[in-house]
């Protein structure tokens, strides 16, 4: 079983529409949990970081973590297509620095 | 140069060819990362320096030879690669410590062996 796993899409949506992404994982040492953006012929780029269980909020991005059920979301509100990408999430121990990553969500956001 | 920086950006080599990547990070940072991304599969971590030092080792067979001269600089030297070896390598930094440490990545080399 892999320590995180996500749907490899494609998700298509029309713009404007809500982007719901997530990630289910199944190590309970992961404390911090990062979701990434990245284009095509670019590296990943942090969109959002969270830690332990609970929501934030940055702009049109909420990511949201529910340690109970080891599930971690990102919407994305007001969908341009910009924002399409390939999105990312990992997660992190409390200590040290390897992030576990998921196999990423490729989305299309069509006008 | 800002953030973190790659060269080349794309590398076509034979088997039998030695090559290798540079990193370069402008943050400020003192961790640096290699990571494998290969299509279809998740970003695969390689190797870990911290100070300069490699902390972390992934199981990563010896034709895949790091190097971290300083903590703005880091290299992977190739040699006697494999086409499974094709992939998108990337760089990361990160300032290490602990907490919400994050990293930053650079745009990747995109290396094809022949």
């Known amino acids: 079983q892999k320590e995180v796993e996500q749907d490899p899409g494609p998700l298509s949506v029309p713009e404007g529409a809500i982007v719901s992404l997530n990630c289910t994982y199944s190590?309970?040492?992961?404390?911090?949990f990062m979701w990434y953006r990245q284009y095509s012929r670019k590296g990943p780029e942090l969109l959002m970081y969270?830690?332990?269980?609970g929501n934030k909020e940055d702009g049109r991005f909420t990511a949201q973590v529910d340690k109970s059920s080891k599930y971690i979301s990102l919407f994305i509100r007001d969908s341009q297509p910009s924002d399409s990408a390939t999105y990312l999430c990992?997660?992190?121990?409390?200590?040290?620095?390897?992030?576990?990553f998921g196999g990423g969500t490729r989305v299309l956001v069509k006008p | 140069e800002t953030g973190v920086t790659q060269t080349p950006r794309h590398l076509v080599m034979g088997m039998t060819n030695k090559k290798s990547l540079k990193c370069e990070q402008h943050?400020?940072?003192?961790?640096m990362y290699w990571y494998k991304q290969s299509a279809k599969k998740p970003l695969e971590l390689m190797f870990v320096?911290?100070?300069?030092?490699?902390?972390e080792n992934n199981s990563v067979p010896s034709r895949f030879s790091p190097e971290c001269p300083n903590s703005s600089h880091l290299f992977l030297h190739l040699h006697t690669l494999q086409p499974e070896d094709s992939a998108l390598y990337l760089c990361?930094?990160?300032?290490?410590?602990?907490?919400?440490?994050?990293?930053?990545f650079g745009p990747g080399t995109r290396l094809t062996v022949l």
């Open positions: 990361a930094s990160s300032l290490e410590g602990g907490g919400a440490d994050t990293q930053y």
């Open positions: 190590n309970s040492a992961f404390q911090y």
């Open positions: 969270t830690y332990s269980s």
């Open positions: 990992a997660a992190r121990r409390a200590a040290g620095n390897k992030l576990t």
């Open positions: 943050l400020g940072h003192n961790a």
């Open positions: 320096y911290s100070l300069e030092e490699r902390v």
